[in-house]
């Protein structure tokens, strides 16, 4: 099984509906990130949590909010959807120790209409 | 404000070849750069990483050689195959305790051609 899990793999949405991407994992890591991908932009952090009581915002917040509902997963929301939102959205997880790798799921392709 | 500048966007090499992507940081407190690699319809996933403390790391065909006083990193890939056909993202973090936080560059779409 994948050490970390996004579903759905590939959404589409209507502009101002609300919508959810989950994230699970199985490697017991504390830390968790969700980012997105757009062509020519790279990989942007949206938000970071490194426990359960620890939510924090990241390079791309605005029009997002997540929740930790436990150690192992960590959801993003989009309250009200925009077209610009429309991109490659990826969770990651990363160990307690310094220099960590981070590793990603696979990914959901969303597109708001 | 972009921290982490990637060029070039896209790279044609061919098989064989060497493939070179460079990468320039501004934030001084970085201390961690690591190489990610994505394939299509794939999370990146970490290739190769490198500490201010050397100046060169080798794993395989992979080489990352740092440039502490111009701020630069770039990775080589000696003799490229089809099967490295991917992009690569840079990225930079300050690795103390409690506050890892990559900062990825744009991106590198890599292709091998025969």
């Known amino acids: 099984d994948a050490d970390v899990t996004q579903t759905p793999r590939n959404r589409i949405t209507k502009t101002g509906k609300r919508i959810m991407l989950e994230c699970s994992q199985t490697?017991?890591?504390?830390?968790m990130y969700w980012y997105r991908q757009d062509p020519g932009l790279g990989l942007r952090l949206i938000y970071y949590s490194f426990d359960v009581k620890d939510i924090n915002k990241g390079e791309i917040s605005d029009g997002y909010s997540v929740s930790r509902q436990a150690q192992a997963k960590f959801s993003l929301s989009l309250e009200s959807a925009i077209p610009n939102q429309t991109a490659l959205y990826f969770c990651?997880?990363?160990?307690?120790?310094?220099?960590?790798?981070?590793?990603f799921g696979p990914g959901t392709r969303l597109t708001v209409l | 404000q972009q921290q982490v500048k990637q060029s070039p966007q896209s790279l044609i090499v061919q098989k064989g070849g060497i493939s070179i992507i460079n990468c320039a940081y501004e934030?001084?407190?970085?201390?961690?750069f690591p190489w990610y690699q994505q394939f299509p319809g794939k999370g990146p996933a970490l290739l190769i990483a490198i500490r201010p403390d050397v100046s060169e790391k080798k794993e395989g065909r992979f080489t990352i050689s740092f440039n502490k006083s111009a701020k630069q990193f770039s990775l080589h890939i000696m003799d490229s195959q089809p099967g490295d056909s991917a992009t690569y993202f840079c990225?930079?973090?300050?690795?103390?305790?409690?506050?890892?936080?990559?900062?990825f560059g744009t991106g590198t779409r890599l292709t091998i051609i025969p």
């Open positions: 990651a997880i990363c160990g307690d120790y310094s220099y960590n790798e981070q590793f």
């Open positions: 990225a930079a973090s300050i690795g103390n305790f409690g506050n890892e936080k990559l900062t």
């Open positions: 934030n001084t407190a970085f201390d961690y």
């Open positions: 490697k017991g890591h504390d830390r």
